[in-house]
């Protein structure tokens, strides 16, 4: 089973940063579309960054472009989510996943499509 585990979550001030990381092991990071989700209390999941297997370019979230920056360890099987000028909000979880077959391959936006979720690590921004 492959199991994604994220880290580097925690507080940090408004307008800080915080740098998320990621290792899925036993996958070829290549063959997979890749990515980040949150989930806030009572909303759904949603995607933040992600890049799909077959165009390979990544996507962001509205409203975290130009912020956070997704970027990957091909070699160590390391994903990253830098996220500078943090916003007040509610903590929401972030969960790195990785997905192969069908639409994930063209839309790595879908939950649905991602067959590999971490546990999830929470990020509470908070003065």
């Known amino acids: 089973q492959v199991q994604p585990v994220e880290s580097g979550g925690g507080l940090v001030q408004p307008g800080g940063s915080l740098n998320l990381s990621c290792v899925i092991p036993?996958?070829?990071?290549?063959?997979?579309?890749l990515g980040w989700f949150r989930q806030a209390p009572g909303k759904e999941r949603e995607a933040v960054t992600c890049v799909s297997s077959q165009d390979r370019t990544t996507h962001y979230l509205g409203s975290v472009k130009g912020r956070f920056t997704f970027s990957r360890d091909n070699v160590k099987n390391k994903l990253y989510l830098q996220m500078n000028s943090l916003h007040p909000a509610y903590p929401a979880t972030y969960y790195c996943t990785a997905g192969r077959f069908g639409v994930a391959a063209y839309d790595c936006s879908l939950d649905y499509a991602m067959d590999y979720w971490g546990n999830g690590t929470l990020v509470t921004v908070s003065s």
């Open positions: 036993g996958i070829a990071f290549d063959d997979y579309a």
